[in-house]
T-cell receptor, first 109, second 116 residues
Framework: GQNIDQPTEMTATEGAIVQINCTYQ??????LFWYQQHAGEAPTFLSY??LDGLEEKGRFSSFLSRSKGYSYLLLKELQMKDSASYLC??????????WGAGTKLIIKP | GAVVSQHPSRVICKSGTSVKIECRSL??????MFWYRQFPKQSLMLMAT?????????EQGVEKDKFLINHASLTLSTLTVTSAHPEDSSFYIC????????????FGPGTRLTVL
């Protein structure tokens, strides 16, 4: 079967750094996505990794290791507005997105 | 660029009625559109994939006669929930892929459906 695993919930402090992990098992691989979703809103695109390594985009970075079936999203200088759910999704051999259940990130002052 | 709109954003209806949700790609042509459903505190669940001019492909467990999808043009797809029941209450989200960045899905803002 295909599945995406990520922690259900994480808590971090404003100004700190947090790493959200995602492991996956899918039929084929055509890239891994991270989306941010605030409560009651649709997901917004954060990052896309298809090759191994780290992609940096401002305060957010995403890492991929295809051999390990592993990715992480790194958020630096956390702000209160970063409180949201972070969804990991993998595009499989049919270019269908397989979604994780999401990690709810709680930022405390 | 790459804006997807949905209408309505929120709808409340009586049990037994039908509800139509529109999904439009505003500034690009969407070769493929997707319809998702999301229940509270759960992840996105893909309902169906639609390509312009062809029948939608439904995921296992999704009733195609209940959730009618029409992808009439490269910028418009509609989802009709027929004979809605309270258990159909959910957050329905569409997404679209364009021709230039085919690997990326752009999401609409979602439609909150409440069936009384």
């Amino acid at each position: 079967g295909q599945n995406i695993d990520q922690p259900t919930e994480m808590t971090a402090t404003e100004g700190a750094i947090v790493q959200i992990n995602c492991t996956y098992q899918t039929s084929g691989f055509n890239g891994l996505f991270w989306y941010q979703q605030h409560a009651g809103e649709a997901p917004t695109f954060l990052s896309y990794n298809v090759l191994d390594g780290l992609e940096e985009k401002g305060r957010f970075s995403s890492f991929l290791s295809r051999s390990k079936g592993y990715s992480y999203l790194l958020l630096k200088e956390l702000q209160m507005k970063d409180s949201a759910s972070y969804l990991c999704a993998v595009s499989n051999s049919n270019y269908q997105l397989i979604w994780g259940a999401g990690t709810k990130l709680i930022i405390k002052p | 660029g790459a804006v997807v709109s949905q209408h309505p954003s929120r709808v409340i209806c009586k049990s037994g009625t039908s509800v139509k949700i529109e999904c439009r790609s505003l500034d690009f042509q969407a070769t493929t559109m997707f319809w998702y459903r999301q229940f509270p505190k759960q992840s996105l669940m893909l309902m169906a994939t639609s390509n312009e001019g062809s029948k939608a492909t439904y995921e296992q467990g999704v009733e195609k006669d209940k959730f009618l999808i029409n992808h009439a043009s490269l910028t418009l797809s509609t989802l009709t929930v027929t004979s809605a029941h309270p258990e159909d209450s959910s957050f329905y989200i569409c997404s679209a892929r364009g021709m230039d960045r085919e690997f990326l899905e752009y999401f609409g803002p979602g439609t909150r459906l409440t069936v009384l």
